[in-house]
């Protein structure tokens, strides 16, 4: 039997950590959501991507974009649009300058219900983390991820 390569060994035990933080995280702000809001996680991921594009040349996203940012394939982002854009939270439209290219935006429903959504996303994201950071295991992530939030904050 071949010997196992320590370094591959930790790093996949790191890897493993960083994924049950991470669906750790997402399922109890998946909760949070679903209860107070009718949300998931990724349509409230799409919404605030969406809603931080802005208008004039260049500030539309295209699907594929808007795919790349909430880490789903097109075809997903497609379905997921759809279900807001039936839901009323969200309108698609033709390019002004490229009829090839159809653009979403949020609808003003949509707005108003992801400005009712943040704080309890914000919430849950507090909770899961303070959680997490009583497990050996993932107090060194959830450091990680305050690390890059105080980076982000001075900056």
């Known amino acids: 039997m071949p010997a196992t390569d320590p370094a591959l060994t930790a790093l996949a035990n790191g890897w493993g950590a960083l994924s049950l933080l991470y669906g750790r995280i997402e399922s109890h702000i998946e909760r949070a959501l679903q209860a107070k809001h009718d949300l ?60 090839r290219g159809i653009y979403t935006d949020v609808s003003e429903a949509g707005r108003q219900l992801l400005e009712e959504a943040r704080p309890t996303n914000d919430t849950a994201l507090r909770e899961a983390l303070a959680e997490a950071a009583k497990h050996p295991d993932l107090a060194p992530l959830v450091g990680a991820v305050q690390e890059v939030d105080a980076r982000s904050a001075r900056h």
């Open 40 to 99: 998931s996680v990724r349509e409230y991921s799409l919404l605030e991507v969406l809603n931080r594009q802005h208008d004039g040349d260049g500030g539309h996203l295209q699907m594929k974009q808007v795919a790349d940012a909430v880490v789903l394939s097109q075809s997903a982002t497609t379905r997921l649009v759809t279900r807001l854009e039936d839901r009323g939270l969200l309108a698609r439209y033709l390019c002004p300058t490229d009829r």
